[in-house]
């Protein structure tokens, strides 16, 4: 599993990198807006020098038009770094960046996707990840289960390299069912992280264990 934090909040990033085996950071518009007017380009160097060169930066596309939609991917490169996988949404014109960006050799990530459909011309155009969103997809009545299954099942059919990196959690039961569903890839907020982790049944596991060591070793004694 390729697990990827889908925040652009510094100290939460600088928090799970330590923490977590965390392989990139994701982000959308709406994701960079909880953090105020940051100035943008000066806000994604500092996540890449956080993350460093080894993980993945992915980040998003702003204008809606062909010409707007190559010019923001320009910039993004060229203000960050040419590692950059450009976040596209999976819509007519999208899927004409991605098919041009990809001409260029651009990290791609095809986003916004919804549909089994979507999926399928974007890894036809040769995106290197593909995002469906599984609670916006659940909330519109689609499985998501079973469109990333067979998005995944595409995958193989046509022996291809671009991966599922499945976004839009609300909770950690969904996370499990994406990468079950054969998602390689899952990015995340760190709510998900903190709300699984908080299970009052780990802390009270660990209270239990301390309790009984201290009970024969006393409370001043470690194994060292
Ligand atoms: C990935 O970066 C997606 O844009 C993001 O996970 C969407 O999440 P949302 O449905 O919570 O807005």
């Known amino acids: 599993m390729e697990f990827m934090l889908d925040t652009a909040n510094i100290a939460d990033i600088k928090k799970y990198v330590e923490i977590l085996p965390v392989v990139g950071v994701t982000s959308n518009p709406s994701i960079v807006k909880k953090e105020g007017k940051v100035a943008f380009f000066d806000h994604m160097k500092e996540i890449r020098s956080i993350i460093g060169e080894s993980r993945s930066l992915h980040v ?5 038009d062909y010409d707007g939609m ?17 976040k596209v949404p999976v819509s007519e014109v999208g ?6 960006l990809k001409r260029r050799g651009v990290n791609v990530t095809a986003t916004a996707i919804y549909t089994k459909f979507q ?12 995002a ?12 998501p289960r079973e469109a ?5 099942q595409e995958i193989e059919r046509t022996d291809s390299e671009t991966k599922i990196v499945a976004a839009s959690f609300k909770n950690a039961g ?3 069912a994406a990468l079950e569903s054969g998602s390689q ?12 982790l908080a299970m009052p049944s780990i802390g009270q596991a660990v209270d239990d264990f301390t309790a009984d060591w201290e009970a024969v070793y006393g409370a001043d004694t470690n194994l060292a």
Do not use: S, W
Request: charged share 20%.
């Open 70 to 86: 190559i010019k923001d991917a320009e910039t993004i490169l060229n203000k960050i770094d040419q590692k950059v996988f450009i």
């Open 174 to 176: 969904q996370v499990n």
């Open 185 to 196: 890839a899952a990015t995340m907020g760190v709510d998900i992280i903190q709300q699984a």
């Open 148 to 152: 990333i299954f067979e998005m995944a």
């Open 119 to 130: 999926a399928y011309l974007a890894i036809a155009a040769g995106a290197d990840y593909i």
């Open 95 to 100: 899927l004409k960046v991605i098919k041009e």
């Open 60 to 64: 998003q596309v702003v204008a809606k």
């Open 132 to 143: 469906p969103y599984f609670n916006r997809m659940e909330n519109m009545g689609i499985d």
